[in-house]
């Protein structure tokens, strides 16, 4: 099935290529998989993985993933 990618901030340098930030990637994954396939797929370092979203909802790993839903990956966030 047809699952859409989003990866942010410092969790980009992972990829090769590494995506324009906010660009969306398209990735062939078996049915009945969960967002830990994905991160496992992109090479992700799940302890980095700390904010999910699945179709602009917040996600944990153990969910499924479904035909064209959009999944985003961020790493931890901070500010002041």
Do not use: C, W
């Not at 906010?22 to 049915?31: R, S």
């Not at 994905?38 to 999910?52: F, G």
């Not at 064209?68 to 901070?78: H, L």
């Amino acid at each position: 099935m047809l699952v859409y990618v989003k990866v942010f901030a410092t969790l980009r340098e992972y990829l090769d290529p590494k995506p324009e930030i906010g660009i969306k990637m398209e990735m062939e994954m078996d049915e009945g998989g969960v967002i830990s396939d994905l991160i496992d797929m992109l090479d992700l370092p799940r302890d980095e993985v700390k904010i999910i979203f699945r179709n602009n909802s917040h996600a944990n790993v153990e969910d499924k993933v479904e035909q064209d839903d959009v999944i985003a990956f961020f790493p931890a966030v901070g500010g002041g």
